[in-house]
């Protein structure tokens, strides 16, 4: 085996010029060459403690899949990812590996961790692109699951079912599988292509996916039970945006996030003369600090807005988004307005002309310069607006990026649900509910959280489900 | 992919198609909306339940040609098949409890209007219904109406058939001569709809309005659908997909839902003005 490579920063992730980026929805990060990847794994020690594997979600093997590499046995390296993940390809780009498995890294200590992401991503890829070998779709055990959702947790639960041989059903509300990996995270960071992928190997494993089907609605969670399904995992994502109460926010111009990346994303507005219309161009504001926040803006500038702009009340430190997309934006030219809060969305009105085609649109937004004061419960800095610090942003969009409440539609028919005060589902450990052999996980459950932690509620419910239905 | 079982023009813009969909026709109530799109890459658009028939498994829906999706859908035919269809979806109309109801739809509005006006004559209610048109030859369901209907006022705004004027005339005589509604269900245009509520308000009746906003998932999820109510003085954000598409008219801030439903008019008018002339003509 070759020597450890004792480099102290691990090797660049090749990525599009961001200056020719800012004008297309192609990948942003091109991915490593073989003899990189070979490169950086050879960063990895290898430690019989293995740190990395404890900070992630879902437990994948990490020193052992990254060994695979070394030796050049890429294909041997994703059987050994897949032994814990349904969807390498997506984790490899969506994951905040910063801080999971990359945090403990021990290379991390005296230098740059193993890019561990980096290497799952090509790993993935490179399974994706080579290999031509099916999926084996196990012998059926004659147990039958429902899964509520196709984003990340409803596919890691049903992906590790359908290895165990259940008969897995997959119900979508939306008219294409995926969840946010389809409706919100944009091209330029998780190809559809590879979300497509992915649900395609789910399904040569046997799982079926019904789309255009609303649990709570088309069908409840009892009827799934009439028809045979013996557990149901609901994984039915976070729901409705937030906004922040300020004058203005019905004004036309002003979307959520989730209602910008979805037109934009799910929709394919992106595209010249889609059916599904955006505004484009202009004068962008995207309210709010999050992964979700870079996305919109990112998109927006992609879409060709002349300027861009994050407006975030909290400065750069505790700003949540991943270190890697707030870099990239920077890069892309987006404008971050830190410390910085709205107050009122200022709208185009004529009083001559009540038919005047601008009436209702967005014209601008005031905001207020806030300064850090006492940490709150959560150690967290709280904002204090700056007296008579007001002043006005010339915008004509803005996308409100401030957080979701849970959907109410599947807890407004499913009696014996309990939710907490949010209106989360509540489980146990197990992500077992209140009701009989209903699971849940992922946003539904916590919030708005990432995808691995999604998938690491779904690989749970996974194991529990089969130990319930295999006594 | 769902088959296109029966098409019928009601009138020049109006088309009525039965879609085979067995789920959404065994659970769909008066009320109720269902997203469809016609083709791969299509647009997602609302449309109300017009009416189900459970042996068939067939579902009613009633449009008329306003945009790039409804003229796309208005050339299929029976026997062709759409992309998607899913539903119910929406709060249906409460109608528990009615016994005199007046019913007020207005253009397309009056194919929502017509399943809840069966529905109510079904409970054994009594139903007043008013239904306005521009004129003449954007009549429809009139024998629909008829047949579920205790009183039935026709009103065209040229007075080419039934009543010369709206739909606002015959509301206000009747409540003027003293009648007692329950409810007043007015589904329709935005503008329209906020007259019924002015006209209703002085007589203090409870006015129910369907509001029909733009929408993308329809399943609360994007938040394009919101609409601020102006409940005891507070201002409350609203989601018609889930919290809808029924509300209290009183509390609906019906000047803010128009603003915002002509957001795309532009867009709609310069990418199809050169394709039909229809677009050039308002929406009834």
Known sequence: MAKANMTPTRNVMP?????????????????????????????????????????CPVKIHIPEFISKIKEGDFEGAYQIINKSSSLPAVCGRVCPQETQCESKCVRGIKGESVGIGRLERFVADWHNTFCTEEPVRPESNGHRVAIVGSGPSGLTCAGDLAKKGYEVTVFEALHTAGGVLVYGIP???????????????????????ETNVVIGKTLTIDELFDMGFEAVFVGS??????????????????????????????????????????????????????NVAMDAARTALRLGAEKVYIVYRRSMEELPARREEVEHAEEEGIDFQLLCNPVEILGYRNPEDPRDPKNGFVTGMTCVKMELGEPDEKGRRRPVVIPGSEFTLDVDTMVMSIGTSPNPLIKSTTQGLEVNRWGGIVVNEDGLTSRDAVYAGGDAVTGAATVISAMGAGKTAAKAIDEALSK | MYKILEKKVLNPTVVQLQIEAPFVASKARPGQFIILRVDEDGERIPLTVAGVNKQTGAVKIIFQIVGSTTEKLSHKNEGDYIQDFVGPLGVATHLDGLKKVCIVGGGVGCAIAMPIAEALHEMGAEVTSIIGFRNKDLLILEDEFKACSDTLRVMTDDGSYGEHGNVTVPLKEMLDKGEKFDMIITIGPLIMMKFVVATAKPFGVPCTVSMNPIMIDGTGMCGGCRLTLNVDGKKVTKFACVDGPDFNGYEVDFDEAMSRGRMYFGYERHKHEETCNLFKKEVQ
Not at chain 1, 197 to 209: A, P, R, S
């Open chain 1, 15 to 55: 990525t599009q010029d961001p200056l020719v980026r800012a004008h297309n929805f192609n990948e942003v990060a091109l991915g490593y060459s073989e003899e990189v990847a070979i490169d950086e794994a050879n960063r990895c020690l290898n430690c019989k403690t293995m740190p990395c594997v404890d900070g």
């Open chain 1, 187 to 209: 091209e330029f960071r998780l190809p559809k292509a590879i979300v497509a992928k992915e649900v395609d190997t789910l399904k040569k494993l046997g799982v079926k996916v």
């Open chain 1, 237 to 290: 994502g976070a729901g409705l945006p937030n906004f922040m109460g300020i004058p203005g926010e019905a004004l036309s111009g002003v979307y959520s996030a989730n209602e910008f990346l979805t037109r934009s994303n799910l929709m394919k507005a992106y595209k010249d003369n889609p059916d599904t219309p955006i505004m484009k161009g202009g004068k962008v504001a995207v309210v709010g600090g999050g």
